[in-house]
């Protein structure tokens, strides 16, 4: 399950692929950026941690390569093993990761707030938008190139009444992260672009709470029920290796949430109430 969650819910598969390569960042680099993901997971689940710690933790598991790249000091002996350090004041939990941040950028020549913002409404909001309008023509270019900042070149979705159903959520979920450059550098400007980057927005409903930058919208969206629920049902998912869509489901995704998916939680709460839910002790399996 881990491997899957490393995967598919963190969005590392292309990362992971030992055959595959992106350009600007070398093979070391990104084993390094998988490999803290996968460390970061192992330590979660053996040492009963709760699932909220990917949003919410405040330390990081690096070897060498990784501390280099975060600029801070490494205290472990094998060059090549991970160990556990404080975060740099401009990160949170797993999700504001090299790696994740590198999956989710979009390019490699710069970031596309949508995506990033896509990723985050299906896997820690749970709520996917609906597919874009036929023959709608998505196109975004490249900021220090245009000389507009993504935040001006993405406005046209949110003033489109055709599409601003789902981006006015994907977009301010995303441009919360654009201090996050595509391989997960922080950064407060961007290229041949006028001005500071502004990360700032509004969480999209129930919340609608206004955030400054990336570490504030995480720390509002942790506290947030749906999220934890959402977070459950990304374990419960892959428990059952199935999608959670019926009203049942998410009565159930919720309750594991709200009791376990907390600061105070553990791993093994959630895993208990997975495997102690109907869905699971329904299951049948398929004839042989």
């Not at 993901?37 to 699932?51: C, G, I, Q, R």
């Not at 590198?102 to 749970?126: E, F, M, N, S």
């Not at 049942?248 to 376990?260: K, L, P, Q, W």
Request: charged share 15%.
């Amino acid at each position: 399950m881990l491997k899957s969650l490393r995967n598919d819910w963190a969005g590392l598969l292309t990362l992971a692929d030992p055959n595959g390569t992106l350009v600007g960042l070398s093979d070391d680099l990104r084993a390094a950026m998988v490999g803290e993901v996968d460390a970061y997971l192992v330590d979660l689940v053996t040492n009963d941690k709760s699932f909220l710690n990917v949003l919410s933790g405040n330390y990081a598991f690096v070897n060498q390569t990784m501390a280099t790249y975060y600029g801070v000091p490494f205290s472990g002996t094998d060059p090549t093993a991970y160990v556990q350090v404080s975060l740099p004041s401009d990160r949170t939990g797993l999700v504001t990761t090299p790696g994740i941040l590198t999956a989710t950028a979009g390019d490699v020549a710069y970031t596309h707030p949508v995506h990033r913002g896509h990723w985050l409404t299906q896997k820690i909001t749970c709520t996917p938008p609906s597919p874009p309008p036929q023959n709608t023509n998505e196109t975004f270019t490249n900021p220090s190139t245009s000389g507009e900042s993504p935040r001006q070149a993405l406005a046209q979705h949110t003033s489109n009444p055709a599409c601003a159903g789902c981006h006015v959520a994907m977009d301010a979920l995303g441009l919360g992260l654009e201090n996050y450059d595509m391989f997960g550098k922080w950064r407060t400007t961007y290229p041949n672009v006028a001005g500071t980057i502004d990360p700032s927005g509004t969480l999209p409903p129930p919340s609608s709470e206004a955030f400054t930058d990336g570490l504030n919208m995480y720390s509002e969206l942790s506290s947030q029920d749906g999220t934890r629920a959402c977070l459950a049902q990304q374990v419960m998912a892959y428990v059952l290796t199935r999608a959670l869509a019926s009203t049942d489901d998410v009565c159930v995704v919720n309750a594991i949430g709200t009791a376990s998916v907390t600061p105070t939680g553990s791993f093994s709460e959630t895993m208990n109430m997975i495997v102690q839910s109907r869905q699971f002790l329904m299951q049948t399996g398929e004839a042989p």
